[in-house]
């Protein structure tokens, strides 16, 4: 069954947020969410390299505790990846403003970092972070006293680190973003240039770019070919970018350039 937090991304592209969506986390999850209150955040404590190496144990889970481990995930570069519109295991026992029911009434958050002094939060995730659960309360009709560690909410006491950040400060930078967001960057729109590998630099292209550039993408990833980026040709896109080994965002900037070029076909 399709469960309720279907309206996820539709929000975090609203705030000006790269997403990429995980297949089949529409019908995703341990059964629906109940009366969704707040965000509770994480850090996952998996690679120290990589943009999102702890993505598929987050989607599939591990030995203890099956998957999905939370409903979204957030890469090294601030893309956010959603995984699952149901309830996942990720709370455990504890206790925020009252609400013990984490797992139920809570949207979680993996955002890949090792938790160890070694490994400082790169500002354009940190970014990514407080806009998405700012985006995320304003959408639930929440104040951000509703975005919590986990090392917060957990009990007893001291259960869990996580995440390795001030949260009064994170806490106060999402109640100043949702008081008064900043218009979301733009996308530079499609401009009339070659598309041959000598063209340089070329546009960024995402879902509502149209034009010549992206019809000669769509020959490329197994799209129809009709010049308008459309949600089949972010799923095609997002195909070809895991095939090559890059983040899959849906989002053709200069390393997706690349690797098309790369294939070269005339």
């Keep these: 069954m399709t469960y309720a937090l279907t309206w996820m991304p539709a929000v ?22 109940g009366d969704v209150k707040g965000v509770l955040c994480h850090h996952t404590g998996g690679a120290r390299t990589g943009n999102m190496p702890s993505l598929r144990v987050v989607v599939t889970g591990r ?3 099956p998957g999905p481990l939370s409903q979204l995930c957030l890469g090294r570069d601030g ?16 206790r925020w403003r009252d609400e013990t029911r984490g797992n139920t009434s809570f949207i979680g958050v993996e955002a890949e970092n090792t938790g160890r002094a070694d490994d400082p939060w ?12 700012a985006a995320l309360l304003r959408h639930l009709g929440r ?4 975005c919590v560690g986990h090392k917060e909410f957990a009990l007893p006491v001291g259960r869990k680190p996580d995440p390795s950040f001030d949260m009064p400060a ?27 590998a000598a063209a340089a ?4 292209l995402r879902r509502g770019a149209r034009g010549d550039a992206v019809q000669w993408i769509q020959r490329r990833v197994g799209a129809t070919p009709d010049g ?39």
């Design 143 to 146: 104040s951000a006293d509703w």
């Design 79 to 94: 893309t956010w990846y959603v995984v699952a519109a149901g309830r996942c295991f990720h709370a455990g026992a504890g």
């Design 228 to 266: 308008d980026f459309g949600p089949g040709t972010e799923a095609a896109v997002r195909r070809f970018q895991r095939a090559h080994g890059m983040v899959p965002d849906g989002i053709v900037g200069p390393k997706s350039w690349r690797a098309l070029d790369a294939l070269g076909i005339g």
């Design 63 to 65: 030995a203890d505790l």
């Design 170 to 196: 994170f806490r106060e930078a999402v109640a100043r973003w949702m008081a008064d967001p900043s218009p979301p960057p733009t996308i530079p729109a499609v401009e009339p240039v070659a598309v041959s």
């Design 201 to 204: 630099p070329r546009p960024t």
């Design 12 to 33: 975090l592209e609203a705030a000006g947020l790269k997403v990429a969506e995980e297949p089949g986390w529409r019908t995703r999850g341990h059964g629906d969410m």
């Design 122 to 133: 790169p500002e354009v995730q940190m970014d990514a972070y407080r806009r998405g659960v």
